[in-house]
């Protein structure tokens, strides 16, 4: 009789447990997933720190490209139309504005380098970025299925507990009336006990996914409409 009424009790948890697995993808929101991973992208600080080294990387290629006549340095002086012609210290002062452009040649020929440098570097920096924001979907996404697993396994061990709750409340009503022996009303104390503990640590499971989930997207799920 106890190994009957336990092979239906085992039958029983598979069926429930097999429904839940089935019903996993069918509760899966590919709309509020993608919220999720728009979210994170402008929520999560590393993924912040990425698009600043991008932007940065990018400013300095604009900068460098600005800086191309940097290599070039004018200069002018004036002497007044009241002295003399010529001057007798240095007899190329002449009356009037004189203008002069220096060339410096180390700084002409780096110039290339200097801009190519920079290019590589913000090439660099977006291919981080953009390598960062596929792991940022992924984990997001990751995530995500996690929670929906965890909160399944949280509704089969909530109804798995209370179908034994109510089966070891029978137990025990038959018990006191002599129905069944001592040892079916302990086996099914057991189970109830066991089945009350795996909730607990579903409960704790799922309250773990749902806070590495918010942790990406800088929001409580139920503040995500």
């Given at each position: ?48 720190v ?17 800086s ?90 909530n ?7 109510v ?59």
């Open positions: 009789m106890k190994i009957r009424n336990l092979a239906l009790t085992l039958l029983m948890f598979f069926a429930i447990n097999a429904s839940a697995q089935e019903s996993l993808l069918t509760n899966v929101d590919n709309k509020l997933l993608q919220k999720y991973i728009d979210m994170a992208i402008q929520y999560y600080p590393r993924k912040k990425f698009n600043a080294y991008e932007t940065k990387a990018k400013s300095d290629v604009a900068t460098t490209k600005m191309v006549f940097d290599f070039l340095n004018a200069a002018y002086i004036y002497r007044p139309d009241n002295k003399s012609v010529v001057d007798a210290l240095n007899p190329y002062n002449v009356n009037g504005f004189q203008f002069g452009l220096n060339v410096s040649l180390g700084a002409l020929l780096s110039r290339p380098s200097a801009i190519k440098s920079a290019n590589e570097t913000y090439k660099a920096a977006k291919a981080q970025n953009d390598d960062y924001l596929i792991a940022l979907k992924s984990e997001v996404r990751t995530k995500y299925y996690d929670f929906l697993l965890r909160k399944s396994n949280l509704s089969l061990r109804q798995s507990s209370q179908e034994l709750r089966a070891l409340t029978d137990a025990k009503l038959k018990y006191e009336r002599s129905q069944i022996q001592v040892d079916v009303y302990t086996a099914a104390k057991n189970m109830s006990v066991e089945a009350d503990e795996l909730l607990l640590g579903a409960e704790a499971s799922y309250l773990m996914a749902k806070n590495a989930l918010e942790d990406l997207i800088g929001s409580k799920l139920e503040d995500v409409k």
